[in-house]
T-cell receptor, first 110, second 112 residues
Framework: ETGVTQTPRHLVMGMTNKKSLKCEQHLGHNAMYWYKQSAKKPLELMFVYNFKEQTENNSVPSRFSPECPNSSHLFLHLHTLQPEDSALYLC?????????FGSGTQLSVL | GENVEQHPSTLSVQEGDSAVIKCTYSDSASNYFPWYKQELGKGPQLIIDIRSNVGEKKDQRIAVTLNKTAKHFSLHITETQPEDSAVYFCAASYQAGNQFYFGTGTSLTVIP
């Protein structure tokens, strides 16, 4: 275990649903990240939060909405997703040196 | 920005042989280079890393080498075992920064 915990591990949702992914770490890391990993594609950085402030938003569609209430918790709110959004969503955290990943949420959009 | 290239994209080796995966980077400011192993259905796991002030680091059967002048670094796995089969990613970062740039991954298969 890396110390970065993601829930749920698997999620199936319809295109009209609203759901949230959760990530938490108690490693004292100041930065938290959301990555998207699709089959046959490189890791795609979605969002970065540093000390609760969003420092990176890689042109992600507004149907993905991140929330970082404190340095230990990160959420990704999902609404009106498309089938092409089906992927493994990975949370990670960093202390400015090592980047550690959670196990990911495997998302299927029907 | 930084650009990390990784080769090969797939690699098959016989059990007991060595495997080498290579990465190049473009930004000379990058000074931290981690390697990750990702098994099916799991998140990437940090397996070894190297900072730019050293040229080589070893941890049991895994070693990483860094050539700062040529801007390339490599992962070496010796005496490969079937459980080494996974996708391996390299990355480059400016330490104390929050940006990590990943290679496209190498799918390693170790044939028993």
């Amino acid at each position: 275990e890396t110390g970065v915990t993601q829930t749920p591990r698997h999620l199936v949702m319809g295109m009209t649903n609203k759901k949230s992914l959760k990530c938490e770490q108690h490693l004292g890391h100041n930065a938290m990240y959301w990555y998207k990993q699709s089959a046959k594609k490189p890791l795609e950085l979605m969002f970065v939060y540093n000390f609760k402030e969003q420092t990176e938003n890689n042109s992600v569609p507004s149907r993905f909405s991140p929330e970082c209430p404190n340095s230990s918790h990160l959420f990704l709110h999902l609404h009106t997703l498309q089938p092409e959004d089906s992927a493994l969503y990975l949370c990670a955290s960093s202390n400015g040196e090592k980047l550690l990943f959670g196990s990911g949420t495997q998302l299927s959009v029907l | 920005g930084e650009n990390v290239e990784q080769h090969p994209s797939t690699l098959s080796v016989q059990e007991g042989d060595s495997a080498v995966i290579k990465c190049t980077y473009s930004d000379s400011a990058s000074n931290y280079f981690p390697w990750y192993k990702q098994e099916l259905g799991k998140g990437p796991q940090l397996i070894i890393d190297i900072r730019s002030n050293v040229g080589e680091k070893k941890d049991q059967r895994i070693a990483v080498t860094l050539n700062k002048t040529a801007k390339h670094f490599s992962l070496h796995i010796t005496e490969t075992q079937p459980e080494d089969s996974a996708v391996y990613f390299c990355a480059a970062s400016y330490q104390a920064g929050n940006q990590f740039y990943f290679g496209t991954g190498t799918s390693l298969t170790v044939i028993p």
